[in-house]
């Protein structure tokens, strides 16, 4: 009888693309109703005022404006839109 141990599996080899994760308009500035303020998985930034919460938790403005990040006291993060008069 043949004595050859089999080859073994690899658990390693593959590599998924990137989801595109992160804030796509910063502080100051301008953006339009239903632009996409920030992708992210859970609220790791709150939705503030004018801004709305997708249910993948993707946060977008509901009014034109200039956007503001703030810090809340205890050190959640939330972003909102500052209406453009």
């Known amino acids: 009888?043949?004595?050859?141990?089999?080859?073994?599996?690899?658990?390693?080899?593959r590599d998924t693309a990137g989801?595109?994760?992160g804030v796509k308009r910063?502080?100051?500035?301008?953006?339009?109703a239903g632009t996409?303020?920030?992708r992210q998985r859970g609220t790791k930034i709150h939705p503030g005022e004018n801004v709305g919460c997708g249910r993948d938790?993707?946060?977008?403005?509901?009014?034109d404006g200039v956007v503001k990040f703030e810090t809340l006291y205890n050190k959640k993060k939330?972003?909102?839109?500052?209406?453009?008069?």
């Open 1 to 13: 009888m043949a004595h050859k141990k089999s080859g073994g599996t690899s658990r390693n080899g």
């Open 19 to 21: 989801k595109r994760l």
């Open 78 to 85: 939330r972003v909102s839109i500052v209406p453009s008069t």
């Open 36 to 38: 996409i303020r920030v």
């Open 57 to 63: 938790y993707t946060l977008f403005a509901l009014k």
């Open 26 to 32: 910063f502080d100051g500035q301008r953006v339009n």
